[in-house]
């Protein structure tokens, strides 16, 4: 605590509500993750053991880790085609990811739902999984929210660096990502119109152009950015209160007019 006293953590299943958050390479773990612990957190909270409806209200974050989509990258110039081991496809980069460094390397547990869903429906494509915006955006039935700068200057420059395009590009490709989200339940392959079922929740997304990478762990911009919805201007803090609260607005992103930093920036 602000005291630098120990102090001991309420259980977890004695919780009503629950938000798990990661930034950067952490909001991966969540993006693999956040269905396998919500089972996990119903089924043994005390208020969920009775039968009938589990009031546990629970959600996730994802800061610093969505951007553009490697499904609809151009293979031309990227380094991992022009050098070996010559990945000039998304299927080629993504069966490598599943088999070298996700199943190989980690030994690791991509989204269950995922898997199945591609071993009963696409059977042989279940490498997709290794995709973190494809498991994102066809398979996480938690309700979550999303904080991505369209000018985050890690995932810029690595999307320049490794020459899938411009500055400008990624500031685009991510624009139009986080526009498209509160369609999810209408392309997701989990959603209701794809797979039928309950509806997914519409994402709540924050998406400034600062140049931030890290939002959550950053103080200056998770209270200080504030983006213009309605003349009325808000922080990623304010949205991610309203997306839980159900309060308006729930979506929050900068008109990107194209690279650099936002002229509103702090």
């Known amino acids: 605590n602000a005291e630098r006293e120990t102090v001991m953590m309420p259980d977890l299943d004695n919780a009503t509500h629950v938000l798990f958050s990661g930034t950067s390479a952490g909001s991966g773990g969540v993006r693999h993750h956040a269905d396998r612990l919500g089972q996990v957190l119903r089924r043994d909270n005390v208020q969920c053991q009775s039968g009938g409806s589990c009031p546990l209200v629970y959600r996730a974050v994802i800061d610093a880790g969505y951007g553009p989509k490697f499904e609809n990258m151009n293979y031309t110039n990227f380094v991992g085609c022009l050098n070996p081991p010559n990945l000039c496809s998304y299927t080629a980069l993504m069966q490598d990811q599943w088999n070298s460094v996700l199943r190989g390397l980690y030994d690791g547990r991509p989204d269950q739902s995922c898997v199945d869903w591609h071993r009963a429906n696409q059977p042989g494509t279940e490498w997709k ?54 369609n999810l339940n209408s392309f997701a392959e989990e959603g209701s119109v794809m797979s039928g079922g ?63 930093p936002a002229p509103t920036c702090p």
């Open 129 to 182: 999984c290794a995709d973190l915006e494809h498991v994102m955006e066809n398979h996480i039935t938690t309700p979550y929210f999303v904080r991505a700068d369209l000018q985050d200057e890690l995932k810029r420059r690595n999307f320049v660096e490794a020459g899938f395009g411009t500055e400008g590009d990624y500031g685009q490709a991510a624009y139009n990502g986080l526009i498209n989200l509160p």
């Open 198 to 260: 309950a509806p997914l929740v519409t994402p709540g997304t924050f998406g400034p152009q600062c140049t931030h990478h890290v939002g959550l762990t950053n103080n200056q911009a998770f209270f200080n950015v504030r983006v213009s919805s309605g003349g009325v201007l808000y922080s990623a803090h304010d949205v991610l209160w309203n997306w839980w609260t159900g309060q308006q607005p729930q979506q929050v992103i900068y008109p990107y007019t194209g690279p650099g």
